[in-house]
């Protein structure tokens, strides 16, 4: 499976941006998606994730009310939309895909075993 990430981007504090995530070689609508970020110097973190069938979300605590996931299964694409970005928001940001079917939306980076390449959000103040 491949998975590739784009729509980062430099944005001043309390903007918004959109992340796109392409998948392609898997049955896309059976699988739930997961957004992880980076930042500098710290351990990947879960973002956010989104079920199958789109029905169920599952968010950090620091980015609840302000980021969104979404899919689109006929366009095997995941999206996060990112509103009041903060700098502290700053990284890169990953698509992900678990290593198995199913509704249950994983926050542990070990359960996901396709990563796209990566997108880099800067949020200035």
């Known amino acids: 499976v491949q998975l590739q990430a784009f729509g980062g981007g430099l944005v001043q504090a309390g903007g918004s941006l959109r992340l796109s995530c392409a998948v392609s070689?898997?049955?896309?609508?059976?699988?739930?998606m997961g957004w992880f970020r980076q930042a500098p110097g710290k351990e990947r973190e879960f973002v956010a994730g989104?079920?199958?069938?789109?029905?169920?979300?599952n968010y950090t605590d620091s980015v609840k009310g302000r980021f969104t996931i979404s899919r689109d299964n006929a366009k095997n694409t995941v999206y996060l939309q990112m509103n009041s970005l903060k700098p502290e928001d700053t990284a890169i940001y990953y698509c992900?895909?678990?290593?198995?079917?199913?509704?249950?939306?994983?926050?542990?980076?070990?359960?996901?075993?396709?990563w796209g390449q990566g997108t880099q959000l800067t949020v200035s103040s």
């Open positions: 989104i079920s199958w069938s789109g029905g169920s979300t």
């Open positions: 070689g898997r049955t896309f609508s059976r699988y739930v």
């Open positions: 992900a895909a678990p290593r198995f079917s199913g509704s249950y939306i994983y926050t542990v980076e070990g359960a996901y075993e396709s």
